[in-house]
């Protein structure tokens, strides 16, 4: 149980070492990595790609929930059918998530 409370040191006595002090504080840091870091990362690098390689007559959602086809694709915005003769324009990071072939005409 000595891990978990400190034990009371008596004047002049031994000190506990800088690793044992520590150590709580290195293995939050090393959890928040693995748990919280890595995986927000592999997500926005995922992201970044998937806006990179948006392509004419690809279906797509956008963050606020449209559902387009893109029509056309600038380096900053994406050109997105929502109806007949109906365009939006919305910036590229926005695009939330590619979708299959043939969703709009079954929603």
């Given at each position: 149980m000595d891990f978990f409370i400190e034990t009371?040191?008596?004047q002049g006595g031994a000190q506990p070492s800088l690793f044992g002090?520590?150590?709580?504080?290195?293995i939050i840091v090393v959890?928040?990595?693995f748990l919280l870091i890595r995986p927000q990362n592999k997500r926005q690098k995922e992201h970044r790609e998937m806006v990179a390689a948006l392509e004419?007559?690809?279906e797509v959602v956008t963050g606020g929930g449209v559902l387009g086809k893109v029509v056309e694709v600038g380096d900053l915005w994406v050109t997105l059918e929502v109806a007949d003769n109906v365009k939006l324009r919305v910036q590229k990071?926005?695009?939330a998530t590619l979708m299959p072939?043939?969703?709009i005409k079954s929603a």
């Open positions: 009371a040191w008596a002090s520590m150590a709580p504080l290195l959890l928040f990595y004419k007559d690809q990071n926005t695009i072939k043939g969703t």
